[in-house]
């Protein structure tokens, strides 16, 4: 891997994340894109309403409108993975319970205490597969044990084919950094690392 550095998200690094999404995320044609992994941090109304805003102002534009707005009200948590001094990756990581219909609910009934949860990766074309999405949750663990959490979960799609649309990311990356699959239903699979010693 080349040195890349994982930053957690600050208002200082608003323009960064910006720019990774206007210019480096999906910039091989995904039809996941244009986004700016506004949806995980946003309720169904507030979805609604910019979905509403598409034909009037575009879709890359009316979604980077509500991102510039979140950003500036802290509404939007994670880390940017860094090549230099350009953004070539995102995990949206938080506390489980800032993420209103995003977490699956059968995670919720599953909780074990206080949890940080990640709910999407994207990296750059020509940066994936070089374990920057282990280094993203590397950092979400170290920062999740300093600050109190009980434990980090992640939300994997059950699939033995690797899948550039999927952004959870695959049980084995979760099985590689010591997560375990808690459980499991429609094909989703809580992986969870514990932090704390028994």
């Known amino acids: 891997m080349k040195d890349i550095?994982?930053?957690?998200?600050?208002?200082?690094?608003?323009?960064?994340?910006?720019?990774?999404?206007?210019?480096r995320a999906f910039s091989d044609g995904n039809p996941n894109g244009p986004c700016y992994c506004t949806s995980p941090n946003q309720d169904?109304?507030?979805?609604k309403q910019m979905v509403s805003e598409f034909m009037s102002y575009g879709v890359?534009?009316?979604?980077?409108?509500?991102?510039?707005?979140?950003l500036d009200k802290?509404?939007?948590?994670?880390?940017?993975?860094?090549d230099g001094d350009i953004s070539i990756g995102w995990c949206n990581a938080a506390?489980?319970?800032?993420?209103?219909g995003f977490v699956p609910e059968f995670a919720r009934e599953n909780k074990c205490g206080k949890t940080v949860s990640i709910v999407c990766f994207e990296i750059a074309p020509g940066y994936r597969g070089m374990g920057?999405?282990?280094?993203?949750?590397?950092?979400?663990?170290?920062?999740a044990k300093a600050d109190g959490y009980v434990a980090v979960e992640g939300y994997a799609k059950k699939t033995e084919v690797r899948n550039d649309y999927d952004?959870?990311?695959?049980?084995?990356?979760?099985?590689?950094?010591?997560?375990?699959?808690i459980a499991e239903q429609a094909g989703v699979v809580i992986m969870r690392k514990i932090l704390t010693e028994k």
Do not use: Q
Request: charged share 35%; with cysteine.
């Open 5 to 23: 550095v994982i930053k957690k998200l600050t208002h200082e690094l608003n323009d960064d994340y910006l720019d990774f999404f206007d210019n």
């Open 44 to 47: 169904e109304d507030t979805i």
């Open 60 to 70: 890359k534009e009316t979604i980077r409108k509500y991102a510039v707005d979140m």
């Open 74 to 82: 802290d509404k939007i948590s994670g880390y940017l993975a860094y």
């Open 95 to 100: 506390d489980i319970d800032s993420y209103e």
């Open 132 to 143: 920057i999405a282990s280094a993203f949750i590397e950092r979400i663990c170290a920062d």
């Open 167 to 181: 952004f959870t990311g695959p049980v084995r990356l979760y099985e590689k950094a010591g997560f375990s699959e």
